[in-house]
């Protein structure tokens, strides 16, 4: 009499943070992580972040509040909070919030299997705890893979860091002489870090809607209506 062997289940290793890993083996792993996990992949090294406090929460909503703000005026452009993105062979991060232009736009990501893949025009991380890497390592994936502009909002102290790309490095891009902040990449994004950090969210609207009244705006919109 013959007997049925069950087939044996593949179980894979565990994400550790400090492995070295390629993209493709991190995101194997990944799915097979218990949910609720959470990792990315930074400059082919897994990090695990520490558990986040209420004030990155709160910032993290106002940030998305003020890209859902000025998407209200610029129709066509995608963003997401905490979203996969893959950058590459050695980078698969989730970043706080990202703003990016369609492919068909000339824009640099599209979606495979659903993911954000290749390098969104804005990408924004919230720093507390992981400060050091998001300013350090984080930073220079962000820089390898071509992401066009990087913003990180520090808490605790509160400092703004906005970078933005000059050929294939960051440099800073400093808030102009009234201390507010204007994309180069997205026109009319003005950010005013006091009210950002207030959570005063009818003075974040008020900038923004000051910024979309710019020409470069208007043909910004253009180039995405015609993309459509």
Excluded at 57 to 75: E, N, Q
Excluded at 202 to 207: M, Q
Aim: glycine share 10%; charged share 25%.
């Amino acid at each position: 009499m013959s007997t049925v062997q069950e087939p044996k289940v593949e179980t894979l290793p565990p994400l550790v943070a400090g492995q070295q890993l390629d993209q493709l083996t991190f995101h194997e792993r990944y799915e097979a992580m218990p949910p609720n996990t959470w990792a990315e992949l930074i400059g082919g090294v897994v990090y695990m972040p520490s558990p986040l406090r209420g004030d990155h929460g709160d910032i993290d909503d106002t940030v998305a509040y003020w890209i859902g703000h000025y998407k209200r005026f610029t129709k066509g452009l995608a963003s997401g909070k905490n979203v996969t993105t893959i950058l590459g062979e050695s980078g698969e991060v989730q970043p706080d919030g990202h703003l990016r232009i369609p492919e068909a736009a000339g824009g640099q990501t599209r979606l495979v299997d659903g993911y954000v893949t290749g390098a969104p025009e804005l990408v924004v991380e919230v720093a507390r705890s992981s400060r050091r890497y998001d300013l350090g390592a984080k930073k220079a994936n962000y820089e390898r893979a071509g992401v066009r502009e990087y913003l990180v909002v520090e808490v605790d102290p509160n400092r703004i860091h906005w970078f933005v790309c000059r050929g294939d490095h960051f440099e800073d891009l400093s808030p102009g002489a009234d201390g507010i902040y204007r994309s180069g990449v997205f026109p009319g994004l003005w950010l005013d870090p006091v009210a950002l950090y207030d959570g005063d969210l009818d003075r974040l609207a008020e900038v923004v809607e000051r910024g979309v009244t710019i020409p470069e705006h208007a043909e910004f919109i253009a180039r995405l209506v015609r993309a459509r």
